[in-house]
Nanobody, 123 residues
């Protein structure tokens, strides 16, 4: 069973920065197998559907939603089974609960969703 634990969220003023972490655990990752999975960050704002924010492939190819390009950076540390999201120049519209997972189809992630981490951008 895969467990995804997101952390690093909080309250930040517009223009500020946060770094989110997602630690993945489970037997399927044993023996260094985490590095075969594409990973992604998603977010869900109140009253809205969950949306893809950024993704990273096993070969470190990154892609971003247009709304965060140039401000967010996704990275991964395969030795730690962890994915990061560096968020700079935060805007109020970035306020949401942020989740990580593998590639999702609709609202179904590759694995069960974690609890997410709340990011609130407000002055």
């Amino acid at each position: 069973q895969v467990q995804l634990v997101e952390s690093g969220g909080g309250l930040v003023q517009p223009g500020g920065s946060l770094r989110l972490s997602c630690a993945a655990s489970g037997s399927i990752f044993s023996g260094g197998m985490f590095n075969i999975y594409a990973m992604a960050w998603y977010r869900q704002a109140p009253g809205k559907q969950r949306e893809l924010v950024a993704g990273i492939t096993p070969s470190q190819i990154r892609h971003y939603a247009d709304s965060v390009k140039g401000r967010f950076t996704i990275s991964r540390d395969n030795a730690k089974n962890t994915v990061y999201l560096q968020m700079n120049s935060l805007k109020p519209e970035d306020t949401a609960v942020y989740y990580c997972n593998g590639p999702a189809t609709g609202d179904s992630g590759l694995w069960s969703w974690g609890q997410g981490t709340q990011v609130t951008v407000s002055s």
